[in-house]
Structures are given as C-alpha cells and as structure tokens.
C-alpha cells in the first residue's frame, strides 16, 4: 500500500514538473536603435557618437526643415582623421548623396568646438526651396506606386509633386516617371484640361534612393468645352 502511495506520488511530481516546463516561454526584448538622441537637458540639441549618427542628425535637421542646429559629438571616433574633416564630409553627403538634402538644401555651413567631454558643432541649412513644402513631399517604396497617388491628385490641377522614393531600380527613369503621370491622367475619370508639359528632375542624379520633382502644366480649357482622359 505505502509503495502504491509513493509510486503515485512520484508520477504526480514528473507530471507537474513536465507542465511547468511546457508552459514557460522565451522572449527577445526589442529596443529600436537610433543613430542620434535629443539631450536629455535641451531637445533642440543633438547628440551622436559615430559618423553615421552625426549624417542621420543633419538629415534630421533637413527634414524638419530647421535653419541652425547644434550637434555634440560624444566618445566620437573620427573616419577622416579630424572631427572637422568628418562634419564637412557629412555635409557634403546631405547635400549631394540623400535625395532630400540634394533637392531641398543649398548648403551647410558649420563651426567645430572641441570641450572636455564633446565637439560641438553648430550648423546653418540655406534651402533652395521654401521650407514649408518640405511637409508636401510625398514617400512611396517604389515608382510604382507613383501613378497611384496622382490618379487621386490629378483632379487636384497640381503645378509640382514631389516624391521621395524609396527604391528606385535600374528600369526606373524620368521616362518612366513621365508615363506614370500619362497613365494616371488617362484614368481620370471626370474631365480636366488638358497636359501641355511634363516635366521630371530626379534628385541625386543616381542612387536606388532618389526624390523626383514632377511639375506639371495645364492648358487653360477652351471656352465651352472640357478635356478628359488622354495626354500630352
């Protein structure tokens, strides 16, 4: 009788012990990972700690559309031999390599302190654009979703659109951009004038990351009649 006991004893303890095993989980914490941070005392300072970090800094002063900025530079290992040297190629690669730094800004111009702890580097944006249409510019993964966003703008008669694409492959062109806008302005449905011109500016000249700048001209509709559909 005792050795019945203890045998189902027994059997109930493997048998708790299996259950615990299959009910516990494993699980990977995630914490996004940014190339710059705000300072904790002033968010209108920057900080970074690589070369990558102090580009995505700038490209964020770009998209806020900011004039001057302060970026400090914290346990930095410089990739040019200077701190200077880095923030002057970081400004050139704004400017000429990302696709709305090359459409957006003029220049970058820019003051290198060092302190005890950080290099502290106050810069000033001069924009060949008004800043507000920064806020218009339009993001899409691909050309291909191109003609989809002006089917619902067309109607609209816009002058310019801008797009940042995000990829852009080698089948991609101005040409192929210029047909989006023929086969979203074919598939209006309701009349609008006709297209006199289309013109497409892609920003930086090449790169699988560019903005397309489409500015478009509309003929003034004959008196008493209405255009719909076709192109120019």
């Known amino acids: 009788m005792k050795t019945s006991l203890l045998l189902l004893l027994l059997l109930c303890t493997i048998t708790l012990t299996g259950c ?29 700690e690589t070369y990558q970090g102090l580009v995505s800094a700038l490209l964020h002063l770009v998209e806020q559309g900011t004039k001057s900025g302060i970026v400090r530079l914290y346990q930095y290992s410089s990739v040019t031999g200077s701190a200077t040297g880095d923030v002057d190629q970081a ?23 060092p302190t005890a702890t950080y290099y502290q580097v106050e810069v000033k944006l001069a924009y060949t654009i008004p800043t507000e249409e920064l806020r218009q ?18 109607p609209k008669k816009p002058q310019k659109v801008v797009f940042r694409i995000s990829y852009f492959s080698q089948e991609d062109s101005a040409e192929t951009l210029r047909q989006a806008v023929q086969e979203a302005y074919a598939a209006q449905t309701a009349p609008l004038p006709p297209l006199e011109d289309i013109q497409i500016t892609l920003y930086p000249d090449s790169g699988q990351q560019r903005l397309a700048e489409i500015r478009l001209t509309w003929a003034e509709p004959a008196e008493g009649t209405a255009g719909a559909g076709g192109g120019p």
Do not use: M, W
């Open 20 to 48: 615990g095993s299959l009910l516990e989980r494993s699980y990977a914490s995630v914490t996004p990972h940014t190339q710059f941070q705000d300072e904790e005392e002033n968010a209108a300072i920057l900080r970074a």
């Open 91 to 113: 400004c050139l690669e704004v400017t000429q390599e990302d696709p709305l730094g090359a459409y957006a800004v003029d220049y970058i111009k820019y003051d290198v302190q």
């Open 137 to 154: 510019v339009i993001s899409v993964t691909a050309s291909t979703a191109v003609a989809r966003e002006l089917e619902e703008l067309l």
